[in-house]
């Protein structure tokens, strides 16, 4: 018989009845959002008091509690509210909280020191390289990307020192977790504050450069099917996955607490008999089908890339089938309650104080209560005792067995055995309870960056641009005001990169201006292995960083952190997560779904800010043009048209075989030129994306008179354009 290491079970709650399901189904843990800044806002969601009776509910069984906090957090948020929010949860004893806010993870660090901290997939972890900064910061459990390999996740559990948690059954997302801003972009809803409005589920016309339709009809090549693990348990535990995810906070307790039950009865098999002796039984498999699919399965990126075969691409919505079932869950696992087998023992002898013991685990209470009479009728038998014993009522407990020891012809009111059992088991309650009170939490304080006085200093307004093409690089050395630019990795070939990149760097030296390099916005394995054999020769006053795993890999590297850059996607909303990112020499972009008031609230000194682009909506490892034509290995332009006649562009990056799918509208800024300096904000960027270089020169033109203070009024006249979240921002 195989008897392999402990596995986690980790299953979602959209609400308390789903939490204690789940737990009575077989969760070893239960993931739920709070009544602020969780990633579900539309999930019920748990008030104060209910987060503090599912940690209790959590501890008595055995279980453990993890909070999501992995919105972004704003100025306001992160400096006046979250500290309260969460002390009495950490006192409570709450086990760990999902972040995806650096600020927050260095903001829990430092005032809750024995609360564990998570890594949300939405930090897009696709790598050794996020894994191990993350884990100097002090997390201890990564949530990878769901778009990892198998041999991806064994590599972060070969080399980082940190727990790896992978989702294992539920929707996925079409975009890498953490990189999408189309819900946000084009509704206001943003995904990075738990409010998106899944656009990716609507159908959409292919078309291609021309406008010219691919496809005849419109499909829905953004919605993947929901993901099913459960074959691959053995691989995903066989390659370091220690806690196994299941996706579902926003979905009915039937579905949470009947997939939890088929799961753990597949963790335990395995766990129990090994791989060899592992096999799903083709009725359990049809249970999960019923119990809610898209379009039926995928085994996700486990095995493979991508493909549209992992697409529900002609009928999007999530289907669930046998009422039988649902019923079956919810009498076996929701309306019956989930108690704890204690034991017990009762003594009755005359002259002698009642007694009372109870018993859990290690764990024994002893009560005393009155002292019985003689019987002037009616004595009290054990039976009779036993049975109000036994009525535990709305406590965690019930009794296994209750010894029984009672002399013949006493009598005790029962409202002493009711009082006596009502004590012992509150007693026992708070016994069990005890280790997972905690003290300890540091007092708040507040954000200082007066110790960093040389990442402030600014000289006046500078202008930086940012290219995805070649051809768009010559444009920008005739212009004086151009300061620095950074050439993005899509604009370079891999198999010269390092000349190439010379020659740009050196072109930009003898017109007087810096050269960045941008790397891949995805740095998965095979890419990290790539740069790694070339960094040496990488000739740059900097680099553009857009993910931690590429963060990671330029510290260790030897890259000071002076010369490192973070993009709009490593989000700084607050104050805090500025500041701990200037703590290891790291500027900072200002993030892009802030308001005007927002960011007056944000200390802006030495952030870069982008005033001009096509900005990314979503990064995937999925590929239209794929799912459409099928693969041509060459970099391509392409449009998603949607039902109001909106057109997006797509790019396929055949180099990482990545997918960016970019904003109808350009990002256009230069309206309030004036008012970005009184934000504190004097370093502006353009980013060029897909545009042609006589329309760089125009726009170039433009913001050079802007930057000189030279125009005023300079929107183009009838051009389509957005001011992005400057104007609106987000929930």
Same mark, same amino acid.
């Given at each position: 018989?195989?008897?392999?290491?402990?596995?986690?079970?980790?299953?979602?709650?959209?609400?308390?009845?789903?939490?204690?399901?789940?737990?009575?189904?077989?969760?070893?843990?239960?993931?739920?959002?709070?009544?602020?800044?969780?990633?579900?806002?539309?999930?019920?969601?748990?008030?104060?008091?209910?987060?503090?009776?599912?940690?209790?509910?959590?501890?008595?069984?055995?279980?453990?509690?993890?909070?999501?906090?992995?919105?972004?957090?704003?100025?306001?948020?992160?400096?006046?509210?979250?500290?309260?929010?969460?002390?009495?949860?950490?006192?409570?004893?709450?086990?760990?909280?999902?972040?995806?806010?650096?600020?927050?993870?260095?903001?829990?660090?430092?005032?809750?020191?024995?609360?564990?901290?998570?890594?949300?997939?939405?930090?897009?972890?696709?790598?050794?390289?996020?894994?191990?900064?993350?884990?100097?910061?002090?997390?201890?459990?990564?949530?990878?990307?769901?778009?990892?390999?198998?041999?991806?996740?064994?590599?972060?559990?070969?080399?980082?020192?940190?727990?790896?948690?992978?989702?294992?059954?539920?929707?996925?997302?079409?975009?890498?977790?953490?990189?999408?801003?189309?819900?946000?972009?084009?509704?206001?809803?943003?995904?990075?504050?738990?409010?998106?409005?899944?656009?990716?589920?609507?159908?959409?016309?292919?078309?291609?450069?021309?406008?010219?339709?691919?496809?005849?009809?419109?499909?829905?090549?953004?919605?993947?099917?929901?993901?099913?693990?459960?074959?691959?348990?053995?691989?995903?535990?066989?390659?370091?996955?220690?806690?196994?995810?299941?996706?579902?906070?926003?979905?009915?307790?039937?579905?949470?607490?009947?997939?939890?039950? *088929?799961?753990? +009865?597949?963790?335990? !098999?395995? %766990? @129990?008999?090994? #791989?060899?002796?592992? =096999?799903?039984?083709?009725?359990?498999?049809?249970?999960?089908?019923?119990?809610?699919?898209?379009?039926?399965?995928?085994?996700?990126?486990?095995?493979?890339?991508?493909?549209?075969?992992?697409?529900?691409?002609?009928?999007?919505?999530?289907?669930?089938?046998?009422?039988?079932?649902?019923?079956?869950?919810?009498?076996?696992?929701?309306?019956?309650?989930?108690?704890?087998?204690?034991?017990?023992?009762?003594?009755?002898?005359?002259?002698?104080?009642?007694?009372?013991?109870?018993?859990?685990?290690?764990?024994?209470?002893?009560?005393?209560?009155? *002292?019985?009479? +003689?019987?002037?009728? !009616?004595? %009290? @038998?054990?039976? #009779?005792?036993?049975? =109000?014993?036994?009525?535990?009522?709305?406590?965690?407990?019930?009794?296994?067995?209750?010894?029984?020891?009672?002399?013949?012809?006493?009598?005790?009111?029962?409202?002493?055995?009711?009082?006596?059992?009502?004590?012992?088991?509150?007693?026992?309650?708070?016994?069990?309870?005890?280790?997972?009170?905690?003290?300890?939490?540091?007092?708040?304080?507040?954000?200082?960056?007066?110790?960093?006085?040389?990442?402030?200093?600014?000289?006046?307004?500078?202008?930086?641009?940012?290219?995805?093409?070649?051809?768009?690089?010559?444009?920008?050395?005739?212009?004086?005001?151009?300061?620095?630019?950074?050439?993005?990795?899509?604009?370079? #070939?891999?198999?010269?990169?390092?000349?190439?990149?010379?020659?740009?760097?050196?072109?930009?030296?003898?017109?007087?201006?810096?050269?960045?390099?941008?790397?891949?916005?995805?740095?998965?394995?095979?890419?990290?292995?790539?740069?790694?054999?070339?960094?040496?020769?990488?000739?740059?006053?900097?680099?553009?960083?857009?993910?931690?795993?590429?963060?990671?890999?330029?510290?260790?590297?030897?890259?000071?952190?002076?010369?490192?850059?973070?993009?709009?996607?490593?989000?700084?909303?607050?104050?805090?997560?500025?500041?701990?990112?200037?703590?290891?020499?790291?500027?900072?972009?200002?993030?892009?779904?802030?308001?005007?008031?927002?960011?007056?609230?944000?200390?802006?000194?030495?952030?870069?800010?982008?005033?001009?682009?096509?900005?990314?909506?979503?990064?995937?490892?999925?590929?239209?043009?794929?799912?459409?034509?099928?693969?041509?290995?060459?970099?391509?332009?392409?449009?998603?048209?949607?039902?109001?006649?909106?057109?997006?562009?797509?790019?396929?990056?055949?180099?990482?075989?990545?997918?960016?799918?970019?904003?109808?509208?350009?990002?256009?800024?230069?309206?309030?030129?004036?008012?970005?300096?009184?934000?504190?904000?004097?370093?502006?960027?353009?980013?060029?994306?897909?545009?042609?270089?006589?329309?760089?020169?125009?726009?170039?033109?433009?913001?050079?008179?802007?930057?000189?203070?030279?125009?005023?009024?300079?929107?183009?006249?009838?051009?389509?354009?957005?001011?992005?979240?400057?104007?609106?921002?987000?929930?």
């Amino acid at each position: 018989m195989f008897m392999g290491t402990q596995l986690e079970l980790l299953s979602p709650a959209g609400n308390l009845t789903t939490f204690q399901a789940v737990v009575h189904a077989g969760a070893d843990a239960v993931y739920f959002g709070g009544s602020s800044f969780g990633a579900r806002a539309y999930a019920d969601n748990f008030t104060k008091e209910e987060v503090l009776t599912a940690i209790d509910f959590a501890h008595i069984h055995g279980k453990k509690a993890y909070m999501t906090v992995n919105t972004l957090l704003k100025e306001r948020e992160m400096e006046e509210q979250l500290y309260e929010y969460l002390l009495p949860f950490y006192e409570q004893g709450l086990d760990a909280v999902i972040v995806q806010d650096f600020g927050v993870l260095s903001f829990v660090r430092c005032h809750f020191p024995q609360l564990s901290v998570h890594a949300s997939t939405q930090m897009t972890v696709t790598g050794v390289g996020g894994a191990r900064f993350l884990a100097e910061h002090g997390v201890s459990r990564v949530v990878t990307a769901r778009e990892l390999s198998l041999p991806e996740i064994q590599k972060i559990h070969t080399d980082a020192d940190v727990e790896i948690e992978c989702f294992v059954h539920g929707a996925l997302c079409y975009c890498y977790s953490g990189q999408c801003l189309f819900s946000s972009l084009i509704g206001g809803r943003s995904g990075n504050r738990g409010r998106c409005a899944q656009p990716c589920r609507l159908p959409y016309e292919c078309v291609d450069k021309n406008h010219k339709a691919i496809r005849e009809k419109p499909m829905f090549p953004l919605s993947p099917k929901d993901l099913c693990t459960i074959d691959r348990i053995p691989d995903l535990a066989e390659h370091g996955v220690f806690s196994f995810k299941i996706e579902g906070r926003m979905k009915q307790g039937e579905y949470a607490a009947g997939v939890t039950s *088929i799961y753990r +009865k597949y963790l335990n !098999r395995y %766990l @129990t008999y090994g #791989k060899e002796s592992y =096999k799903v039984s083709p009725e359990d498999r049809k249970l999960l089908m019923d119990l809610g699919n898209r379009s039926g399965f995928t085994e996700g990126y486990l095995d493979q890339w991508n493909g549209a075969g992992m697409l529900a691409i002609h009928k999007p919505s999530h289907a669930k089938s046998n009422d039988a079932l649902q019923r079956e869950v919810r009498e076996t696992y929701i309306e019956k309650e989930k108690k704890e087998t204690i034991q017990g023992c009762f003594v009755m002898r005359q002259k002698e104080p009642i007694h009372f013991t109870v018993k859990s685990g290690d764990i024994t209470i002893e009560e005393q209560g009155d *002292i019985p009479q +003689k019987a002037q009728s !009616r004595p %009290l @038998t054990a039976e #009779k005792i036993q049975g =109000k014993l036994e009525k535990t009522g709305d406590t965690p407990f019930v009794f296994g067995t209750i010894e029984m020891d009672v002399e013949d012809g006493l009598f005790v009111p029962i409202s002493g055995v009711n009082e006596l059992r009502r004590k012992a088991l509150c007693r026992l309650e708070k016994e069990l309870l005890k280790p997972w009170r905690r003290g300890g939490a540091k007092a708040y304080s507040t954000v200082d960056f007066s110790r960093y006085p040389h990442m402030a200093q600014e000289e006046g307004i500078s202008l930086s641009v940012s290219v995805e093409r070649a051809q768009q690089f010559p444009p920008l050395l005739k212009k004086c005001e151009v300061s620095r630019i950074y050439i993005d990795s899509m604009a370079l #070939k891999r198999d010269n990169l390092a000349e190439e990149l010379e020659y740009f760097y050196q072109k930009a030296g003898e017109f007087g201006k810096e050269l960045y390099y941008v790397l891949p916005v995805i740095f998965r394995r095979h890419t990290a292995e790539f740069y790694k054999k070339i960094i040496k020769e990488l000739k740059a006053d900097g680099f553009l960083v857009k993910s931690y795993d590429a963060l990671q890999f330029l510290l260790e590297s030897g890259v000071m952190g002076e010369k490192i850059c973070l993009d709009a996607n490593m989000y700084s909303w607050s104050n805090r997560t500025k500041q701990s990112f200037w703590k290891l020499g790291i500027r900072d972009t200002v993030p892009l779904e802030l308001n005007k008031k927002e960011l007056s609230a944000r200390d802006n000194l030495g952030s870069e800010m982008i005033v001009y682009g096509y900005l990314p909506m979503m990064t995937s490892v999925q590929c239209v043009k794929k799912t459409v034509e099928g693969c041509g290995k060459e970099t391509a332009l392409s449009y998603l048209k949607d039902r109001r006649g909106a057109y997006f562009p797509v790019k396929n990056n055949c180099s990482e075989c990545y997918n960016v799918i970019y904003n109808s509208k350009p990002l256009e800024l230069s309206g309030v030129r004036d008012e970005l300096p009184g934000l504190g904000i004097k370093k502006f960027r353009l980013n060029f994306t897909i545009e042609e270089p006589g329309e760089v020169e125009k726009i170039l033109e433009r913001w050079s008179g802007v930057c000189l203070g030279s125009r005023k009024e300079i929107l183009p006249k009838g051009s389509d354009f957005t001011y992005g979240h400057y104007k609106r921002g987000v929930e």
